[in-house]
């Protein structure tokens, strides 16, 4: 019998992925973020509790969801019809396109995808990034196979880029500004892809699926969306 907890209200670990600024980093040994105030904030509008979040690599957020380690999934990730073979998604909460990562000032200056022919390019393990390099590069023959790194982190991605070890990253838009801003890398170009980011959940769990939803809209109604989005990007 615990005293202080809501006798109603049923607990769910989250899970995420950091080293995907603003949405999901570790600064000064804490996890913040916009994916981490906006689903606390949501879930305050339910009847679930959060209980905690567990670190994982995003390639690994999929089946710890499944093997029942985390209930929900904050990592700003798409909703793709792949993943919903597999897991089910709340509305979505954010838009995002992606963009093309090069070295700040470097000799390597792509305009659009053809432009990367013959390159190095990079991506993280899982994401809808690395799908389209399999897709728009190396399926259309642009380049091979072993042109293509993939990082368990971006970080680790952008790291190789300063060095100048890789020609190019395909990452989302929103957390290449991020980067650009941080360190010496700079978006060569932008394309769009119209993906929706949504907390993903196991295919079963329909009533937290639909407890998120209805928080997701809750908090778009209210002020705190717009707190939540002004505190992590420049808007
Ligand atoms: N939005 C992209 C995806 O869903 C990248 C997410 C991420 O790397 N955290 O694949």
């Known amino acids: 019998a615990d005293d202080d907890a809501d006798d109603d209200s049923q607990e769910i670990v989250a899970g995420t992925a950091p080293g995907f600024?603003?949405?999901?980093?570790?600064?000064?040994?804490?996890?913040?973020?916009?994916?981490?105030?906006?689903?606390?904030?949501?879930?305050?509008?339910?009847?679930?509790?959060?209980?905690?979040?567990?670190?994982?690599?995003?390639?690994?957020?999929i089946p710890a969801l499944e093997n029942e380690n985390i209930d929900v999934i904050a990592a700003a990730m798409t909703i793709t019809d792949e993943r919903e073979e597999t897991i089910s998604f709340s509305d979505s909460y954010y838009s995002a396109d992606q963009s093309v990562l090069?070295?700040?000032?470097?000799?390597?200056?792509?305009?659009?995808?053809?432009?990367?022919?013959?390159?190095?390019?990079?991506?993280?393990?899982?994401?809808?990034?690395?799908?389209?390099?399999?897709?728009?590069?190396?399926?259309?023959?642009?380049?091979?196979?072993?042109?293509?790194?993939?990082?368990?982190?971006?970080?680790?991605?952008?790291?190789?880029?300063?060095?100048g070890t890789l020609d190019a990253i395909i990452i989302d838009e929103p957390v290449a500004e991020s980067f650009a801003a941080d360190?010496?890398?700079e978006i060569a170009f932008t394309f769009e892809t119209g993906e929706e980011y949504g907390f993903g959940v196991r295919q079963d769990d329909d009533d937290l699926q639909a407890a998120l939803s209805e928080g997701i809209e809750a908090v778009e109604e209210s002020s705190e969306y717009d707190e939540i989005t002004q505190e992590w990007f420049d808007e």
Do not use: C, H, K
């Open 21 to 61: 600024e603003p949405f999901e980093m570790v600064i000064d040994g804490e996890l913040v973020g916009f994916d981490i105030d906006l689903l606390e904030a949501v879930v305050e509008e339910t009847d679930y509790e959060l209980a905690g979040w567990e670190e994982l690599e995003f390639d690994g957020l």
């Open 102 to 163: 090069v070295q700040s000032g470097g000799d390597v200056q792509p305009d659009d995808l053809e432009d990367l022919e013959g390159l190095n390019v990079g991506a993280q393990s899982g994401t809808t990034g690395e799908g389209i390099v399999q897709d728009e590069l190396i399926d259309e023959g642009l380049i091979d196979e072993g042109d293509y790194d993939s990082y368990d982190n971006y970080v680790l991605a952008v790291e190789e880029l300063e060095r």
């Open 183 to 185: 360190r010496e890398v």
